[in-house]
């Protein structure tokens, strides 16, 4: 089995508690084949910029890294940016700027910089934030400038705070729709595993979206812990593809100069 860890955070992101090199030390013991350090960009109004993220001081970080574990462990320059498609300027800027290997889309904020995850869901309209949400993914994927979507259902871990279930597939149509643009452009997404050791249990997205994606064509698939600890890497990554395999996927997905690969359980490049 190919087993890779394609989202994690390290200290370069304001919420990461441990070093690139931490972070691979612990993939190494794990026997993982190569990771993807997907640190966070996270534009929000007044500081459109980002200026949390230092990408000059990232990139070294995992260059120094590479040096160390060059013959045990494949590390991959990725980022996740966080609701690109409302601060395209300055998005685009940076992935134009760095050559990373590894671009990740992710819907974190709605429009006004609502965060989904300080939403009381006890109280909410479910329904509405479940639409929204399915609105952003689809500007999302219409921008068009990232690999692979995260954790698509997103909403679903933060409603689990509070007994909520929320089910992205009872808005049928808007997923499909999100999924074919996806697919229509060559873009994928990836089954996060942060789910099954929070709340909800359960990866995301769901293996109803995973197979769905699947059945509309979908070839692009990443799997990722979203560790933000040295010890979360790699958790549930063997579950999240024995997840892709049940949707019906004879791989998984990895990324070089933003250009994917496929890789089989027998370590076979499929494509």
């Known amino acids: 089995m190919y087993l890779c860890d394609y989202h994690m955070h390290s200290h370069n992101s304001t919420d990461g508690q441990n070093s690139v090199m931490e972070l691979c030390q612990r993939a190494v013991e794990l026997g993982l084949k190569e990771v993807a350090i997907t640190d966070h960009f996270e534009p929000v109004k007044g500081n459109e910029g980002y200026k949390q993220y230092n990408p000059k001081w990232y990139f070294i970080d995992v260059l120094k890294a590479r040096v160390v574990f060059k013959y045990t462990l494949k590390i991959k320059l990725g980022i996740e940016l966080g609701q690109p498609h409302l601060y395209s300027k300055y998005s685009i800027k940076l992935i134009e700027e760095y050559p990373y290997d590894y671009v990740l889309g992710s819907a974190h904020n709605l429009p006004g910089d609502v965060d989904l995850g300080t939403i009381d869901y006890s109280n909410a309209d479910i329904k509405y934030y479940s639409k929204e949400y399915l609105r952003q993914l689809k500007k999302l994927a219409q921008w068009n400038q990232f690999d692979c ?101 004879k791989y998984i997905t990895v990324f070089n100069n933003r250009k994917p690969e496929w890789k089989d359980n027998q370590y076979l490049n499929l494509k």
């Open 149 to 249: 979507i995260g954790h698509l259902d997103l909403p679903k871990r933060y409603a689990a705070v509070y007994g909520i279930s929320i089910s992205l597939m009872e808005y049928y149509e808007d997923v499909e729709e999100v999924l074919k643009i996806l697919i229509r452009n060559g873009k994928g997404i990836e089954i996060n595993t942060s789910g099954l050791r929070q709340h909800s249990k359960a990866c995301l997205p769901s293996l109803d979206i995973v197979k769905l994606f699947k059945d509309l064509g979908g070839e692009v698939l990443t799997v990722g812990s979203d560790a933000h600890r040295a010890d979360e890497v790699g958790e549930g990554i063997q579950e999240g593809i024995e997840l892709a395999k049940a949707a019906g996927f």
